[in-house]
């Protein structure tokens, strides 16, 4: 089916008001003053709650209403600067941590150099015993020696005294 165009001839709106008659003069008449209660009830309703916010009353909550942001930005000023030195005392725990771990590793090596120094004493000290013993060991054949050889050198002296007494006894 093809589309179906209407169209009406254009009237003027005289006659248009003309025939609508005073109906529509009602209507309009009804409109505004239905305009006129809505806009002083709005204007009624304004100014109650202008008079209401300027009160005492809501002056007071404004002023806590203030003081609460200011004490929730200190607050919040406060919460940042702790927050900051907790991440400095973290970071410095961090530090002594590392620190620690060095010096503990350190101290091992050096409880090892220790042990090994004390290791190479003790071998020393039992080789200077075993020295001691064998000084003391030629000491005691030196002496043994040097007395016997005294006691050879005493007999020959004592032989030749007795032997040359008499020769000299006899002169």
């Known amino acids: 089916m093809a589309p179906t165009f209407y169209h009406y001839p254009s009237v003027p709106m005289e006659k248009t ?3 609508q008659g005073p109906g529509i003069r009602r209507r309009w008449l009804v409109a505004a003053v239905l305009m ?10 304004l100014i109650y709650f202008a008079v209401r ?3 005492e009353a809501c002056r007071d909550g404004l002023r806590a209403q203030d003081e609460c942001r200011n004490t929730t930005h200190l607050l919040q000023r406060q919460l940042t600067r702790a927050q900051d030195n907790l991440l400095q005392a973290e970071t410095q725990a961090n530090s002594c941590n590392r620190t620690l771990v060095t010096l503990q590793d350190s101290l091992k090596k050096k409880e090892s150099q220790v042990l090994e120094q004390q290791t190479h004493i003790q071998e020393l000290e039992s080789k200077i015993m075993k020295l001691n013993q064998e000084l003391a060991t030629l000491r005691t054949k030196e002496e ?5 050889q005294n006691s050879a050198s005493s007999l020959v002296v004592s032989s030749l005294l007795t032997f040359i007494v008499p020769v000299f006894l006899l002169f």
């Open 53 to 55: 916010a300027n009160s």
């Open 36 to 45: 006129f209660l809505i806009d002083v009830v709005l204007v009624t309703l």
């Open 17 to 19: 008001w003309e025939e």
């Open 144 to 148: 043994a020696s040097s007395t016997s």
